[in-house]
């Protein structure tokens, strides 16, 4: 078993800057895959980037290549999604994920291949 703890939502204008955490406790060493989803009102739950927990390999979704970033403590133990220029579309709640299963490239960001998830951190960009 694995828990998931985020941190770090928050409110910010337009073109501002958030850093999210995710620690993480438990059986981590069995993690392949972290990842970040995030789910506005009204809309289902979307990959917006994951990285391989031993190679460090990232991936992100189109919208958000070139603003965001994701990365890891030297420890595994702990993900940091950094969130640059932000605007009022990525306000949602966001959650950080984790699964132990070997995945493919194009189910990386694919919610139904994640086993563990946080509780989820408000983001709310205003104009």
């Known amino acids: 078993q694995v828990q998931l703890v985020e941190s770090g939502g928050g409110s910010v204008q337009a073109g501002g800057s958030l850093r999210l955490s995710c620690g993480a406790s438990?059986?981590?060493?069995?993690?392949?895959?972290w990842a970040w989803f995030r789910q506005a009102p009204g809309k289902e739950r979307e990959g917006v980037a994951a990285m391989s927990r031993s190679a460090g390999t990232t991936y992100y979704v189109d919208p958000v290549k070139g603003r965001f970033t994701i990365s890891q403590e030297n420890t595994k133990r702990t993900v940091y999604l950094q969130m640059n220029i932000l605007k009022p579309e990525d306000t949602a709640m966001y959650y950080c994920a984790a699964t132990d299963v070997w995945l493919l490239t194009r189910g990386i960001l694919d919610k139904s291949k994640y086993n563990y998830w946080g509780q989820g951190t408000q983001v709310t960009v205003s104009s």
């Open positions: 438990g059986a981590t060493y069995n993690m392949k895959y």
